[in-house]
T-cell receptor, first 109, second 113 residues
Framework: AQRVTQPEKLLSVFKGAPVELKCNYS??????LFWYVQYSRQRLQLLLR??SRESIKGFTADLNKGETSFHLKKPFAQEEDSAMYYC???????????FGTGTRLKVLA | NAGVTQTPKFRVLKTGQSMTLLCAQD?????MYWYRQDPGMGLRLIHY???????AKGEVPDGYNVSRLKKQNFLLGLESAAPSQTSVYFC????????????FGPGTRLTVT
């Protein structure tokens, strides 16, 4: 079965420190991977998708097929980055999304 | 565009009662999804639909039913609510094979006592 694993439930960093939120996926063909973010009292929204290779709000994520990882990184964390982050994978065979269990990021002043 | 809307925003049910959650989207999306979000378990897919008139089971379908009679609406029904169904329910929709981004509704907080 396809799986998405986010090993950290909570990650606390100080403002200005680098951030890396980990995501690993089970290998199966060519994955379609995403990072979604949920700020306090807001709905889930797309942050990044791997095919676009873009930087959003200073975040980047690189697909590493050898390590089956799609870690989310930001060089300097800001307090407004505090949120719940979900890694997700789209299954083109079933049109389903598989979400990780999420990592809560807390950026401390 | 309103995007994805959910009705109601909050609801308290007693065990055994029934209710229907409504999801509506105005983006002409083909695919629609119902998730539940529980602490420590992330998002789990309940049911989904890849087009009008079609539905399929997700990861945790037991105790729920769905219907997609109109393309813009996706209904989630609880026939006999149980305390284990206390959760936050999110609806989402996505466009088609060219764009897999999911658009989420604001959520419905359901408490079953």
């Amino acid at each position: 079965a396809q799986r998405v694993t986010q090993p950290e439930k909570l990650l606390s960093v100080f403002k200005g420190a680098p951030v890396e939120l980990k995501c690993n996926y089970s290998y199966s063909g060519s994955p379609e991977l995403f990072w979604y973010v949920q700020y306090s009292r807001q709905r889930l929204q797309l942050l990044l998708r791997h095919i676009s290779r873009e930087s959003i709000k200073g975040f980047t994520a690189d697909l590493n097929k050898g390590e089956t990882s799609f870690h989310l990184k930001k060089p300097f964390a800001q307090e407004e980055d505090s949120a719940m982050y979900y890694c997700a994978r789209f299954s083109s065979g079933t049109y389903k999304y598989i979400f990780g269990t999420g990592t809560r990021l807390k950026v401390l002043a | 565009n309103a995007g994805v809307t959910q009705t109601p925003k909050f609801r308290v049910l007693k065990t055994g009662q029934s209710m229907t959650l409504l999801c509506a989207q105005d983006m002409n999306h083909e695919y629609m999804y119902w998730y539940r979000q529980d602490p420590g378990m992330g998002l789990r897919l309940i049911h989904y639909s890849v087009g009008e008139g079609t539905t399929a089971k997700g990861e945790v379908p037991d105790g729920y039913n769905v219907s997609r009679l109109k393309k813009q609406n996706f209904l989630l029904g609880l026939e006999s609510a149980a305390p284990s169904q206390t959760s936050v329910y999110f609806c989402a929709s996505s466009w088609d094979k060219l764009s897999y981004e999911q658009y989420f509704g604001p959520g419905t907080r359901l408490t079953v006592t």
